[in-house]
């Protein structure tokens, strides 16, 4: 068993078996000394520390230091969790039995859970033209948890490049500050943290797709698994409206299955959604260039070089990275999926806990790069 250290508390007591112990700090996640008790015999106090013996995951990570007191050096020092369970107990009945204690301490540096979305804005592209057509801002992303990028199903890294609008519009009379905090201005949103929240969208936004007739986005199948496993009926989400811009013909979409449920930013610590003066409705969805976007962000996995830009490099790279995303954020936090109904009209209700995108200007961003490679 697992108990807090010091005082003998019940209340916090965990099984110790090869399930908890293949992820330590999922088992306990609060950083803080706890004691492992042996056959659960009476606790017997502990003298001066003298000998720390850190356990460590597949990666060689730390995830738990077991520290005793007056021993000699008979234990190996680095255990391995390819066989966690049996190596474990054989550690703790060999430490019993040479030095006749029952507890040892745990200590547990457990994370904070946070995911972070991280962009970090690149290049801005300003070609010279009257419609402001192709102008763009291109940023890399990567999502990380606890300071580690996530992995996808295929042990990927979830990063890639995200697509917006270019940050000033010159037709404007307005700042490029003052330009980002008011709505209709077609640009970028200002650099700082957001929240995101989970909302039913109308049939003239932007959508969840969740399956292709040509079945190249392989993330689609694993997006609606994830979303099957939270015992949602999805065939019953799905749009059959004849008059939404996703099912007609002459459109550049998917002709395929697609859920009216996005994902849209907040400012942080704000309940409602407004950025700046009057910006709302900023969404993480797909999309090839900046023109599918007046302020929403746009992944992709990949770019290519076209029309004096870069853009997504083809429809499969922007999906597969929006699926990867939506997939990480469900599972990260599904009950704030499943409040999607109630983030419309009250966005703290379906707001993703422990979750913010960070945007950032770190440097100077570079306005039209050099040549293409």
Same mark, same amino acid.
């Given at each position: 068993?697992?108990?807090?250290?010091?005082?003998?508390?019940?209340?916090?007591?965990?099984?110790?078996?090869?399930?908890?112990?293949?992820?330590?700090?999922?088992?306990?996640?609060?950083?803080?000394?706890?004691?492992?008790?042996?056959?659960?015999?009476?606790?017997?106090?502990?003298?001066?520390?003298?000998?720390?013996?850190?356990?460590?995951?597949?990666?060689? /990570?730390?995830?738990?230091?077991?520290?005793?007191?007056?021993?000699?050096?008979?234990?190996?020092?680095?255990?391995?969790?390819?066989?966690?369970?049996?190596?474990?107990?054989?550690?703790?009945?060999?430490?019993?039995?040479?030095?006749?204690?029952?507890?040892?301490?745990?200590?547990?540096?457990?994370?904070?859970?946070?995911?972070?979305?991280?962009?970090? *804005?690149?290049?801005?592209?300003?070609?010279?033209?009257?419609?402001?057509?192709?102008?763009?801002?291109?940023?890399?992303?990567?999502?990380?948890?606890? /300071?580690?990028?996530?992995?996808?199903?295929? +042990?990927?890294?979830?990063?890639?490049?995200?697509?917006?609008?270019?940050?000033?519009?010159?037709?404007?009379?307005?700042?490029?500050?003052?330009?980002?905090?008011?709505?209709? +201005?077609?640009?970028?949103?200002?650099?700082?943290?957001?929240?995101?929240?989970?909302?039913?969208?109308?049939?003239?936004?932007?959508?969840?797709?969740?399956?292709?007739?040509?079945?190249?986005?392989?993330?689609?199948?694993?997006?609606?698994?994830?979303?099957?496993?939270?015992?949602?009926?999805?065939?019953?989400?799905?749009?059959?409206?004849?008059?939404?811009?996703?099912?007609?013909?002459?459109?550049?979409?998917?002709?395929?299955?697609?859920?009216?449920?996005?994902?849209?930013?907040?400012?942080?610590?704000?309940?409602?959604?407004?950025?700046?003066?009057?910006?709302?409705?900023?969404?993480?969805?797909?999309?090839?260039?900046?023109?599918?976007?007046?302020?929403?962000?746009?992944?992709?996995?990949?770019?290519?070089?076209?029309?004096?830009?870069?853009?997504?490099? /083809? *429809?499969?790279?922007?999906?597969?990275?929006?699926?990867?995303?939506?997939?990480?954020?469900?599972?990260?936090?599904?009950?704030?999926?499943?409040?999607?109904?109630?983030?419309?009209?009250?966005?703290?209700?379906?707001?993703?806990?422990?979750?913010?995108?960070?945007?950032?200007?770190? /440097?100077?961003?570079?306005?039209?790069?050099?040549?293409?490679?």
């Amino acid at each position: 068993m697992i108990v807090e250290y010091g005082e003998r508390k019940r209340d916090k007591v965990f099984k110790l078996d090869s399930l908890s112990l293949s992820n330590p700090k999922e088992m306990i996640k609060e950083s803080k000394e706890y004691r492992i008790e042996i056959d659960s015999l009476p606790p017997i106090p502990l003298a001066q520390q003298h000998y720390t013996l850190n356990v460590l995951d597949s990666k060689n /990570d730390i995830v738990a230091t077991i520290t005793n007191h007056n021993t000699q050096n008979i234990i190996n020092p680095e255990i391995l969790l390819d066989d966690r369970f049996s190596q474990f107990a054989d550690i703790l009945l060999q430490y019993k039995q040479s030095f006749g204690f029952d507890r040892v301490r745990l200590e547990v540096e457990g994370g904070t859970g946070l995911m972070v979305l991280e962009v970090v *804005r690149k290049w801005e592209y300003s070609p010279n033209n009257e419609d402001f057509k192709y102008w763009a801002t291109i940023s890399e992303f990567s999502l990380k948890l606890d /300071d580690e990028i996530v992995k996808d199903s295929e +042990g990927k890294d979830i990063k890639g490049y995200i697509i917006e609008p270019a940050g000033y519009n010159p037709k404007k009379s307005r700042t490029a500050e003052e330009q980002q905090k008011i709505a209709g +201005g077609d640009i970028r949103i200002p650099a700082g943290e957001y929240e995101v929240f989970w909302k039913k969208s109308n049939i003239d936004s932007p959508a969840l797709m969740a399956e292709n007739p040509n079945n190249k986005e392989r993330y689609l199948d694993d997006l609606q698994k994830t979303m099957k496993n939270l015992n949602i009926n999805i065939e019953q989400l799905y749009c059959n409206i004849a008059t939404c811009k996703h099912n007609k013909d002459n459109r550049k979409t998917f002709g395929t299955k697609h859920i009216h449920i996005v994902p849209q930013l907040k400012p942080k610590n704000s309940k409602n959604s407004v950025i700046g003066t009057s910006r709302n409705g900023i969404l993480i969805h797909y999309g090839d260039t900046g023109e599918w976007s007046t302020g929403c962000l746009l992944p992709t996995n990949e770019l290519k070089w076209k029309k004096e830009r870069w853009i997504a490099k /083809d *429809r499969n790279s922007t999906v597969n990275a929006v699926a990867k995303l939506y997939i990480t954020l469900i599972e990260h936090d599904t009950e704030s999926f499943k409040n999607y109904a109630l983030g419309t009209n009250n966005p703290s209700k379906s707001t993703i806990k422990n979750f913010i995108i960070k945007i950032q200007e770190k /440097d100077k961003i570079e306005s039209y790069p050099p040549e293409k490679e």
